[in-house]
């Protein structure tokens, strides 16, 4: 137990609003370089690393998505995460086009070309 307090002390944590691109973002690059595809589980942040994975929890479900950081949210932005389409139509969030959200680092993924 011990360990998995000190493990968690390191990644980071946090709760806010998730939003989603729409899908006419489909082709354009990324900040990644990634090409946007509206059906694969990415999302943009504003200072996570590329190929960061993120656990993304709806606060009142409990539903949940992990998805990888692959674009950038301007530092403006009152949002903490921006969703694909793909992965807020998993999140059930298209309708309400907001959730209110905790986002939870996972680990780090290797950026796969979208094929």
Known sequence: ML????LSAFLYSSKGKA???GEHWTGRLT???ERFHADSLTCA???LPFGTLLCVQDTKSDKEIVVKVNDRLPKSSGV????TYGAAKQMNM???GVLQVTITEVGKGKIYKHK
């Open 80 to 83: 903490l995460i921006d969703l």
């Open 94 to 96: 298209i309708r309400k």
């Open 31 to 33: 900040a990644s370089g």
């Open 19 to 21: 939003t989603y691109y």
């Open 3 to 6: 360990f998995l307090a000190i």
């Open 45 to 47: 942040h504003k200072t």
